[in-house]
């Protein structure tokens, strides 16, 4: 088989080299293209462009299938916590028990916020979207927390800070939000629990730790860990290129997801769902809605760039939604008209034609609602799943000796040379 694609320009015939992936994936390598050819590609929302070789996450969108490290999601889903998962992505193997311990009391140890960034809190408008919040916090803690003196120390200790105080900042913006008082995060407790007591626990009302939340908040956060290069990956890896910081990278690839198309769709699912009921249940009118060509409307949670099939993360949120709303005796009148709204399209000739399915979003706001978060911190819980992610994506690019800055090219169509006119001659 040949390991060179060719490509014939006015006349001249060009052999560019084919890179394989461990699990079959073919890539033309056109890093010499301009150079050889003076063309350069074109490739609006970059779907057939591969902006880097990576070893930390394989998805087949054809086949529903996604693994970390090579581990199927659906493994460490049943079997691992999110702190191990995350430990994984970003070391690249599973820990031992001892690093496991190691890395947990590392997490605690940095789990304290400075007490001065409160006062920013406070002075957010009382209508700010918690996103928005949370970016600029992440972007802050650099001023907090400054460069430490060697790489290796600066990356460890950003890293953990990063994943342990994101955290805490999310929940206690949450607190705040609500004019109650902020509840610190605890030494003793593990990375999920220790999030849900400072979300929960009050003076006037104890919270108790429930066992059943835990497991499904660290199901939650291991399904968004990672998806290779999504759009606030991307963001991440391209603002990193420019060898910024990495809670300014952070901080970016958190205002990409912010959008209804990518991680904000959690929160637009839940709001379609309660139109539907306050419509007294009318699902054909939204279906029609999303199949018309003349209207912006799309069905939230369904679609995927690259899965053409059942998205593997939501088969899983689904049963999770199931099992934890039986088990909890919620009923929560969204997740019926969530499976009637699934049924209905997936029986439907456009969502057949298109290959839509449920995505990751789909289902996890009806768990979030479940665990008392309320729907405007959605995406939040999805950046804090993400961050293990981003961080391995971010070191991968850092340590990569062929790492350029990201800059791509344009096919420029504007005006050609034109004259300046003075303001008074036009
Ligand atoms: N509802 C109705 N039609 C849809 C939907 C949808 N949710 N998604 C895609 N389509 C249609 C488009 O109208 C288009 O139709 P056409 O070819 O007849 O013109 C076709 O499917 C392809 O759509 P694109 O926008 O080109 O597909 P793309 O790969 O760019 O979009 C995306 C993927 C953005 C996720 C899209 O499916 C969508 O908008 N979904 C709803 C938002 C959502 O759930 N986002 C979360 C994604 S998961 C994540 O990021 C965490």
Redesign the pocket.
Known sequence: MDNYAKITYEGKTYKLPVVKGSEGEKAIDISTLRQKTGLITLDP?F?NTGSCISSITFMSGEKGILRYRGIPVEELARHSTFTETAYLLINGVLPTRNELNRFSVLLNDNSLVHEDMQIFYQNFPRASHPMGILSSMVNALRSFYPELQTVEEEINKTVTRLLSKTRTLAAMSYKISRGHKVIYPRTDLPYCANFLNMMFDSPVKPYRINRDMVKALNVFWIL?AD?EQ???TSAVRVVGSGRVNLYAAISAGIAA?WG???????Q??IEMLSDIAKNGGDIDTVIKK??D?NDP??????????YKTY?PRAKIMKKMCDKVLKKLKINDPLLDIAKKLEEIALNDN??ID???YP????YSGILLRAMGIPTKMFTVM?AIGRLPGWIAQWKESADDPKWRLSRPRQIYTGPTKTKYIPIDER
């Not at 409307?297 to 690259?306: A, K, Y």
């Open positions: 929302g779907a968004h998806h999504n759009c606030s997801l209804p198309l990518h991680g904000g769709a959690n637009a699912v999303a199949k060509k409307f799309r069905l939230m949670g369904f679609g995927h760039r690259v998205d456009y969502f298109h290959n839509l995505n990751v979003d789909f999805f």
